[in-house]
């Protein structure tokens, strides 16, 4: 079972740039479609939202249309690594940010959160006006 962990969350101004990163271990890294959700306070756990996502091999990749054209997700599978470059951040961009994981070989990128199986413990990412 892959076990994630993330960091590099952290406190920015408004119109700032954070890079999150989630280390992988205990699975075969690059069978897994890797994605983003965040979560803010008074949302359950399956109301988490889709930030960004990545498929097994980096060929595809998707994103909010809250995040489009600010954040960027890139993988590296010979590190077991997945990124989360955000720029021109908004303070509604304050959450908790989650890495999260599911075994899939498929060229398409799932946005909902209970289809993911593993998660990591998250990152606090919080934005000042």
């Known amino acids: 079972q892959v076990q994630l962990v993330e960091s590099g969350g952290g406190l920015v101004q408004t119109g700032g740039s954070l890079r999150l990163s989630c280390a992988a271990s205990?699975?075969?890294?690059?069978?897994?479609?890797m994605g983003w959700f965040r979560q803010v306070p008074g949302k359950e756990r399956e109301e988490r939202e889709f930030?960004?996502?990545?498929?097994?091999?980096?060929?595809?990749?998707n994103y909010a249309d809250s995040v489009k054209g600010r954040v960027t997700i890139s993988r590296d599978n010979a590190k077991n690594t997945v990124t989360l470059q955000m720029t021109s951040l908004k303070p509604e961009d304050t959450a908790v940010y989650y890495c999260?994981?599911?075994?899939?070989?498929?060229?398409?990128?799932?946005?909902?959160?209970?289809?993911?199986?593993?998660w990591g413990q998250g990152t606090q990412v919080t934005v000042s006006s």
């Open positions: 205990g699975g075969t890294f690059n069978r897994y479609a």
């Open positions: 930030v960004a996502g990545i498929n097994f091999s980096g060929a595809t990749t």
């Open positions: 999260a994981a599911r075994r899939a070989l498929e060229s398409t990128v799932v946005v909902t959160a209970n289809r993911y199986a593993h």
